[in-house]
């Protein structure tokens, strides 16, 4: 068995996100453009900047 220990929740970065929004890192791959699953919260009335993603992005939206 394998256990898995995951940084704190973060504050979402300001020059990212408008308002207050939450991260939890789940996974990250060993290299920046390797795969990464974060889990987002935004409180009401957040939201996120418009960006891109140089290798796409696949949003599951809950």
């Given at each position: ?45 957040a939201r996120s900047h418009w960006h891109s ?10």
């Amino acid at each position: 068995m394998e256990i898995f220990r995951h940084p704190p929740t973060a504050k979402g970065p300001a020059a990212t996100f408008t308002g207050e929004v939450w991260v939890d890192l789940i996974h990250s791959g060993p290299r920046p453009e390797n795969a990464r699953l974060n889990v987002v919260r935004f409180a009401p009335g957040a939201r996120s900047h418009w960006h891109s993603h140089r290798l796409g992005q696949t949003l599951h939206i809950l």
